[in-house]
C-alpha cells in the first residue's frame, strides 16, 4: 500500500514514543521509507539506534549539527518526504507548532515544510482537554494538519481519558488515506448529514442528544480524500469543518431535510446525523416563565420529516447509493434489519449507542455493514477508520455497473 512513499517521522518525548517503533515495522512493512526526527525529549523516551536500527536510516536531531546540516538540511529533510507524522505529538510540540516556533530541528522542518502533516496526539487527559491544547489542536486543524486520535483509556500517569496515542495500525491506516493517490470518487458527488438536531421548546430551551458529529464529519472527511464533491449538513457540534468539504450548519430537522433537499443531484448520501424524531408542536415566541407553585407545561410534540427515508423515495433524483445509520440501545441487528426495509435505504451502518459503548461522542465505534448481501461485523476501530472503510466501500460499489449494484 505505501511501496515508494517517504514518511519523516517525528518522535516527541512522550511516554508514547515506544509505540513508534512499533509504526516505523508497519510502514517499512508496508514498503514505505522511515526516516525519524527525533526530539530531545523524545531521546529520553527512545534511543536513536532502536530508530536507526528499525528504520535502517540515520536519525536526525540537532539543528546545529555541522554533519547533519551539511549532508541533509532541515529544508531537505521535508522536501524528501511525502509525509510528515508527528508521532506522539505531545501538547509541547503541538504548542510550538501553533505558535509556529522554530527552536529546534522537530519544530523548524514543522514550520519549514510545505508537505502534508499527520500529528497522532499523546498526553495526559488534562493536558487534552486544557483550553491551551484544545485551542492549538483548533489552529493546527485550520492550517491544514490532520488528527489521528488520541483514544480513551487507560494512561501511564494512572488516568482515565482521552489522551493515548492511537495504534500504529491506526496511525497507518491514516497514513494511508492520506496518501491514497487515487480518486476513485472524482466527479462523484456526495451529502453527508451529522451531528445531533436542536428542536427549540423556547427561544432558550431545546431537545436534542448526545451525537458530537465525529462520525459523521470523519465519513465527509474520508470522501472528500477519495476525490468525491461532499456537501456536509451539520447540526451544532464542536468539531471543525472538515478541509475541502462544503459545510451547512443547521440546527433543526426541518432546516437539515430544507439544507439536503437544496444539496442538488447526489450520488451518494449518507445520513450519519441523529436527527431528532420529533419536535415540540408550538415552540412558545419567549421564554417560558416558572411560575410559584405551577405544573411544568406539558410539551406537544409532532414528528420530524424522515431525512433518510425521504432521500430513499424511488424516483429520477435518488441517489445511486443511500447509507443510513441504526444507533439502538437494544437487538442492534434485528432492529437495523427492520430500519433499512421501513427507510428504503440501501445499506444500514447498525451501532450501538447504549451508554457504556461511548459511541456517542467518543473516538471509536464498532459497527455492522447491513445491505441486501446480509450483516457484516467490522472490528472496533477509531471513527477515522469507519469512515474510511465505508468511504472505500462506496467507492468500490459505485465503480460497479448498475447491473451488479442492484445484485446488492
Ligand atoms: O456523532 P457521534 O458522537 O460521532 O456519534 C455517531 C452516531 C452514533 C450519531 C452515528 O454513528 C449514528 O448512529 N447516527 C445515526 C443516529 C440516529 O439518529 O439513528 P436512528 O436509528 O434514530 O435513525 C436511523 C437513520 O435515520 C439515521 O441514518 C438517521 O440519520 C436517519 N433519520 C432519523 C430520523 C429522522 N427524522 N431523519 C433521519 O434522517
Not at 436542536?198 to 472527511?221: C, F, L, M, T
Not at 450548519?249 to 446525523?273: E, F, K, N, P, R
Not at 467507492?395 to 445484485?407: D, K
Amino acid at each position: 500500500m505505501l511501496h515508494g512513499k517517504r514518511i519523516l517521522l517525528i518522535v516527541a518525548g512522550g511516554i508514547a514514543a515506544f509505540k513508534s517503533l512499533e509504526l516505523i515495522r508497519r510502514l517499512r512493512e508496508r514498503g514505505a521509507a522511515v526516516r525519524c526526527v527525533l526530539t530531545g525529549a523524545g531521546a529520553r523516551f527512545v534511543t536513536p539506534l532502536s530508530l536507526q536500527a528499525l528504520s535502517e536510516d540515520r536519525v536526525y536531531s540537532d539543528m546545529f549539527s555541522l554533519t547533519d546540516e551539511s549532508e541533509m538540511g532541515h529544508i531537505q529533510l521535508s522536501r524528501d518526504a511525502d509525509l510528515l507524522v508527528v508521532a506522539p505529538a505531545t501538547a509541547n510540540i503541538l504548542a510550538r507548532m501553533a505558535a509556529g516556533l522554530a527552536d529546534d530541528l522537530a519544530a523548524t522542518v514543522l514550520l519549514a515544510t510545505d508537505k502534508p502533516v499527520l500529528a497522532a496526539p499523546a498526553m495526559n487527559v488534562r493536558m487534552w482537554t486544557h483550553a491551551a491544547t484544545v485551542a492549538n489542536v483548533e489552529t493546527l486543524k485550520k492550517r491544514g494538519v490532520t488528527f489521528i486520535g488520541p483514544n480513551d483509556g487507560a494512561m501511564a500517569c494512572n488516568e482515565h481519558g482521552p489522551g493515548r496515542m492511537s495504534e500504529p495500525e491506526e496511525i497507518v491506516a491514516a497514513i494511508e488515506a492520506m496518501l491514497a493517490t487515487e480518486q476513485p470518487l472524482a466527479g462523484k458527488r456526495a451529502l453527508v448529514t451529522s451531528g445531533p438536531t436542536r428542536e427549540a421548546i423556547d427561544p432558550v430551551r431545546y431537545i436534542s442528544n448526545h451525537s458530537s458529529g465525529k462520525q459523521g464529519h470523519a465519513i465527509a472527511a474520508a470522501l472528500a480524500r477519495l476525490g468525491a464533491e461532499v456537501t456536509l449538513v451539520s447540526g451544532p457540534v464542536a468539531v471543525a469543518d472538515p478541509a475541502g468539504v462544503r459545510t451547512i450548519h443547521v440546527d433543526s430537522a426541518d432546516q437539515m431535510l430544507a439544507a439536503c433537499l437544496a444539496a442538488g443531484v447526489i450520488d451518494v448520501a449518507v445520513c450519519a446525523a441523529a436527527v431528532a424524531d420529533w419536535k415540540v408542536t408550538r415552540p412558545a415566541g419567549a421564554k417560558i416563565k416558572k411560575k410559584a407553585g405551577a405544573q411544568p407545561p406539558p410539551l406537544e410534540l409532532s414528528p420530524n420529516p424522515d431525512i433518510l427515508a425521504t432521500l430513499s423515495k424511488p424516483g429520477p433524483r435518488r441517489p445511486a447509493l443511500v447509507v443510513g445509520f441504526a444507533a439502538e440501545t437494544e437487538n442492534l441487528i434485528a432492529n437495523a434489519i427492520d430500519k433499512r426495509g421501513r427507510k428504503g435505504c440501501d445499506w444500514i451502518v447498525a451501532n450501538d449507542v447504549s451508554p457504556a459503548t461511548g459511541t456517542f461522542g467518543g473516538e471509536r465505534n464498532t459497527v455492522h455493514l447491513v445491505s441486501a448481501k446480509g450483516v457484516e461485523a467490522w472490528p472496533t476501530l477509531a471513527k477515522d477508520e469507519v469512515a474510511g472503510r465505508l468511504a472505500a466501500r462506496i467507492a468500490l460499489h459505485l465503480a460497479q455497473p448498475r447491473s451488479a449494484e442492484a445484485a446488492e
